[in-house]
């Protein structure tokens, strides 16, 4: 059965440092990899995936996200936090099972970024 | 493109009532999926239809169901309300199987 896990419930960085926000799955078959970000009441918005090809994937608003096989990892990185990027970051991965394919998300993580 | 709009933003049932809620893809994207979203429980996956067949269900009690309609518009019904089921309840849709999903704001459900 697939699964998603960010170990992090919440990650500080201070402004212009860079971030990562960790990410590891498990899947069946190929990994469909994303990130989506949800801020204050707004609704989740897609900012990255993988689906096959480079390793390194870039995505909107900087950000990107590194696919590593060996690892079962998609970790995100930011080369320079801002302020405006504090919000709850979510893992997903799409897979196929018996039933046919579904998303599973991490449990999120809330990145707060310091002035 | 107009986004994914889902209806009504905000509703309170009482528990033993039955709620629907629909969901408008955008435009051109076949496949809809729904979610939960709770504090606790973060987002959970309840189905998914693709071309008016629903591909795939999670792990969810059967007064839990749901459709999507010729025009791709998706609906989900909650029977016999419990107050558990208060969330924030997600519809996205994708242009494609293995694609990226765009969320609505959600309909946001208080049972009481």
């Known amino acids: 059965a697939q699964s998603v896990a960010q170990p992090e419930d919440q990650v500080n960085v201070a402004e212009g440092n860079p971030l990562t926000v960790k990410c590891t799955y498990s899947?069946?078959?190929?990994?469909?990899l994303f990130w989506y970000v949800q801020y204050p009441n707004r609704g989740l918005q897609f900012l990255l995936k993988?689906?096959?090809?480079?390793?390194l994937v870039k995505g909107s608003y900087g950000f990107e996200a590194e696919f590593n096989k060996s690892q079962t990892s998609f970790h995100l990185k930011k080369p320079s936090a801002l302020v405006s990027d504090s919000a709850l970051y979510f893992c997903?991965?799409?897979?196929?099972?018996?039933?046919?394919?579904?998303?599973?998300f991490g449990a999120g993580t809330r990145l707060f970024v310091k002035a | 493109k107009a986004g994914v709009t889902q209806t009504p933003r905000y509703l309170i049932k009482t528990r033993g009532q039955q709620v629907t809620l629909s969901c408008s893809p955008i435009?051109?994207?076949?496949?809809v999926s729904w979610y939960q979203q709770t504090p606790g429980q973060g987002l959970q996956f309840l189905f998914e239809?693709?071309?008016?067949?629903?591909?795939n269900k999670g792990n969810f009690p059967g007064r839990f169901s749901g459709r999507q309609f010729s025009n791709s518009r998706s609906e989900m019904n909650v029977s016999t309300l419990e107050l558990g089921d208060s969330a924030l309840y997600l519809c996205?849709?994708?242009?494609?199987?293995?694609?990226?999903?765009?969320f609505g704001p959600g309909t946001r459900l208080t049972v009481t």
């Open positions: 996205a849709s994708s242009p494609s199987v293995i694609g990226e999903q765009y």
């Open positions: 899947v069946s078959g190929n990994p469909y």
């Open positions: 993988y689906i096959t090809g480079d390793n």
């Open positions: 997903a991965v799409r897979d196929e099972d018996t039933g046919g394919f579904k998303t599973i």
């Open positions: 435009s051109g994207h076949r496949s």
């Open positions: 239809y693709f071309s008016e067949t629903q591909r």
